[in-house]
């Protein structure tokens, strides 16, 4: 009987894998659904089992199932992983994804799987924390704190009691690969989970997955299901996550957990000493803990010896929006981004002009082709005034409206805001305004400056009476500066603290869009 | 429901921490989750109920009222925007012949916004009755349309 792979992820149930499926299975196929491989402008993906290995064939529809079977069929893509999308990467996280069936035990463990926690188990537990130091590892879920540091806070926290709680709650746009881990491989973060368990000595973890990911939250309760025998007496339980894009703060995420509205704490104390139900707690990314069994399992030599300055190990990069091959990419930091965005991805699925990259989800800045020499690494994007974030690329081409992008920032933010602290969740619904004021100044018929601002009380920039605005673009838009300052520094979280991000980098890099004066064309462009 | 709760409870414990796995559960078992239920499920988990009207009215998976027969979630996030969200948004009101975040007046058919469903370089998404779909453009629509008719 010929064997045949084809994904359920949930990315390519949505292009129609599962049609896919059902028509091999009534050809006669053996038929494995495995998890993702990643790039999306070939799924849906079958691949055949062959003495050749596996040949895949992509995108394909119900109706071509004989043309694959004699393996005639025009889209005949030979060995999926020698595709340049595939031969350039560097899998230390994704290595499985897209190739095992991702709840079959045998198929874990006859790829490499369980080697981290049963050396991890031979360790001591500062012996573990210290490997995941050396590793250089840095939190993949945004803000790229040392994991290892975090852990040694937990393990040197005097309790009984302490947990591990995976932050699954991925709410960037234009990042996937958490959701892609836990469909793909889930034993892997189990695993990543059951190892930071012996490092710092916790009984029980919570993987907070968002409601959003129901084929993650399936997959994954079935994973823990079938391999508690092996974590145990480490236990583990999902927790879904109610539609709040804020339950993906720490903090916020564990008063979700306990069964709160999802509000973020003040720091300290630190989750670490004083995490869910105030005992000290882990709480990681998917990534980051997807990460560990690799760590221990290859040593924290073979991790850190790829990347980029401060940045060590792989990153799970995901081009997404519109870019002609989206889809992950892990690869060593330092890559480039207009390498990521114009070889990797080809550019726009358009195929119009990049205008603008935003990097970092919703609290990222935005780049125009410009800084695309930036190569990919916290400090350097920090230094950009921007993040990688979650390192979610989402594109866009040339037909974006960039103070319409600025304006659903401030309007995603007061939609988002957990209601805590007022930079955040007033100064959003001002921001919204005032970008309603500059884009209908900028669409309205041009008046000069002295008419906009007439009366002979001239105008304010703040006032109880609308009619005493000044709303011409100049003024709102030194209020727009002002506001983001004090969202930037008044915040409780990165909420409020970095939306001025992509609505500064907008205003910034695309002022034309803001209705003032397209900035000088640089010579070398 | 008050009989649901109480199972569900006795099935699940009733610690604080079981407050939102209970309104999942109520909401997948009726559709939404009644006002008159505050008051149970605070008695229940020994909270007030301004303390349970605050979570549910927290989280905006929570639903007060019944929804459409059928849920069409579009998602409005900056990546399925790139690949012409906001314009689709415009067409599938229109032809669905519903606001945004609002439920026709027949009951048929709520058109609910999402904020990404990480399927971000094959957009604009949507989850129709839970299915996901992608690369929705008219002709997708309309089948969308035809679909949440029946
Ligand atoms: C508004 C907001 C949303 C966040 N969303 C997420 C998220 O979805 N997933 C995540 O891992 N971290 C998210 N974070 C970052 C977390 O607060 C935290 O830094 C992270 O879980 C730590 O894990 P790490 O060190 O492994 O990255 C968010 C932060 C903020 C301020």
């Known amino acids: ?525 | 429901m008050e009989e649901f709760i109480g199972a569900w409870l006795s099935a699940n414990g009733a610690a604080r921490d079981r407050l939102l796995p209970l309104l999942h559960a109520i909401q997948e078992e009726a559709g939404y989750i009644d006002d008159a239920l505050v008051p149970v499920i605070a008695k229940a988990l020994n909270l007030s109920r301004a303390d349970v009207h605050g979570v549910i009215t927290f989280y905006h998976d929570f639903r007060r009222r019944a929804p459409g027969r059928h849920v069409v979630k579009l998602c409005r996030a900056e990546s399925c925007q790139a690949r012409g969200a906001a314009a689709l948004e415009v067409q599938a009101q229109d032809r669905l012949g519903v606001a945004m975040g609002e439920t026709r007046a027949d009951g048929q058919v709520a058109l609910e916004p999402v904020y990404c469903l990480g399927l971000c370089a094959i957009g604009p998404n949507a989850l129709v009755d839970g299915r996901p779909v992608a690369r929705i453009d008219g002709a997708v629509l309309e089948q969308i349309a035809v679909e949440v008719a029946a």
């Open chain 1, 1 to 525: 009987m010929t064997r045949v792979f084809i994904s359920r992820d949930m990315a390519s149930a949505a292009l129609g894998a599962d049609d896919v499926a059902r028509a091999f299975a009534e050809a006669g196929c053996e038929v494995v659904r495995t998890g993702s491989r990643g790039l999306f402008s070939i799924e849906p993906l079958v691949e055949v089992e062959t003495e050749q290995g596996r040949i895949g064939f992509g995108p394909i529809a119900p109706r071509d199932v004989a043309a694959v079977l004699v393996g005639s069929h025009a889209q005949r893509l030979g060995r999926v992983e020698e595709l340049p999308f595939f031969a350039g990467q560097q899998r230390f996280t994704f290595a499985r994804c897209g190739i095992i069936d991702p709840l079959s035990l045998a198929d874990y463990a006859a790829h490499a799987g369980w080697q981290g926690l049963e050396k991890a188990r031979g360790l001591s537990p500062q012996a573990v924390v210290d490997a995941v130091k050396a590793s250089g590892l840095r939190g993949r879920g945004g803000a790229g704190f040392p994991t290892g540091i975090k852990w040694q806070t937990v393990l040197e926290a005097a309790s009984s009691t302490k947990f591990i709680v995976c932050n699954a709650d991925e709410g960037d746009s234009g990042t996937f690969a958490d959701r892609m881990l836990m469909e793909g491989d889930p034993y892997c973060l189990i695993e990543g989970m059951a190892i930071a368990a012996h490092a710092v000595g916790a009984g029980h973890g919570y993987i907070y997955i968002r409601s959003e990911y129901p084929y993650a939250i399936k997959t994954m309760r079935a994973a823990i299901d079938a391999s508690a025998h092996l974590i145990a007496p480490f236990t583990l339980e999902v927790r879904e996550g109610a539609g709040a894009y804020v339950c993906g703060e720490e903090t916020a995420l564990l008063d979700s957990i306990e069964g709160k509205r999802g509000q973020v704490r003040a720091k300290p104390p630190l989750p670490a000493l004083q995490g869910l139900f105030g005992e000290p707690t882990v709480i990681n990314n998917v990534l980051s803990l997807a990460a560990v069994p690799f760590i221990l399992a290859e040593g924290a030599n073979a991790y850190a010896a790829v990347g980029f300055g401060r940045s060590r190990g792989t990153m799970p990069v995901q081009l997404a929006g519109n870019v002609r091959h989206g889809g992950l990419y892990e690869i060593g930091f330092g890559i480039t981004l207009g390498e990521l965005v114009n070889e990797i991805g080809g550019g726009t699925a358009s195929g119009r002009p990049v205008r603008a990259v935003q990097v970092g989800g919703p609290l990222g800045a935005y780049f125009p082709p410009s800084m695309f020499h930036l190569p990919f690494d916290y400090e350097a994007f920090a230094q950009a005034g921007g993040l990688i974030g979650h390192a979610g690329i989402t594109v866009f081409d040339d037909s974006v409206d960039m103070a319409h992008m600025a304006r659903f920032a401030m309007e995603f933010c007061a939609a988002e805001s957990c209601g805590k602290c007022t930079p955040c969740r007033i100064g959003s619904t001002r921001g919204v305004e005032i970008m309603d004021r500059i884009i209908g100044a900028r669409d309205a018929a041009p008046v000069t400056v002295s008419e906009a601002n007439g009366g002979y009380l001239g105008k304010a920039l703040y006032s109880r009476s609308p009619d005493r605005i000044d709303v011409s673009i100049e003024a709102q838009t030194s209020l727009l500066r002002d506001l983001a300052d004090t969202m930037k520094y008044g915040s409780l979280c990165a909420l409020g603290g970095f939306t001025p991000y992509p609505v500064l980098s907008a205003l910034d890099y695309f002022p034309e869009d803001f209705g003032a004066a397209a900035p000088a064309k640089e010579a070398a462009e």
